[in-house]
Nanobody, 115 residues
Framework: QVQLVESGGGLVQPGGSLRLSCATS????????VGWYRQAPGKQREMVAT???????DYADAVKSRFTISRDNAKNTVYLQMNSLKPEDTALYSC?????????WGQGTQVTVSS
């Protein structure tokens, strides 16, 4: 059974930083791509950043130069470092992987950027 568990969300002021974690189990993690997605109220879910097993990364234009995705294969964990946060970054952030031909999602962690 594949499991993904996110943590690290919270309330932060504009301009602040947060680091999200996505702990995974049940996959051959070092070979598995993982992505961060977010969904704000009333909006469609969107890709934020992805990282392949080999470490190749991709980012949404809205977060380039502010967010960094990384992985620690020894801990089966993917991180999302978020800097210079803006109110429009407020959303439920979830991580996703595709394994054995299906998508697996975590339960999400809420990020709220507000003064």
């Amino acid at each position: 059974q594949v499991q993904l568990v996110e943590s690290g969300g919270g309330l932060v002021q504009p301009g602040g930083s947060l680091r999200l974690s996505c702990a995974t189990s049940g996959t051959i993690f070092s070979l598995t791509a993982v992505g961060w997605y977010r969904q704000a109220p009333g909006k469609q879910r969107e890709m934020v950043a992805t990282i392949t097993g080999g470490g190749h990364t991709d980012y949404a234009d809205a977060v380039k130069s502010r967010f960094t995705i990384s992985r620690d294969n020894a801990k089966n964990t993917v991180y999302l470092q978020m800097n210079s946060l803006k109110p429009e970054d407020t959303a439920l952030y979830s991580c996703r992987t595709n394994y054995h031909l299906r998508d697996w999602w975590g339960q999400g962690t809420q990020v709220t950027v507000s003064s």
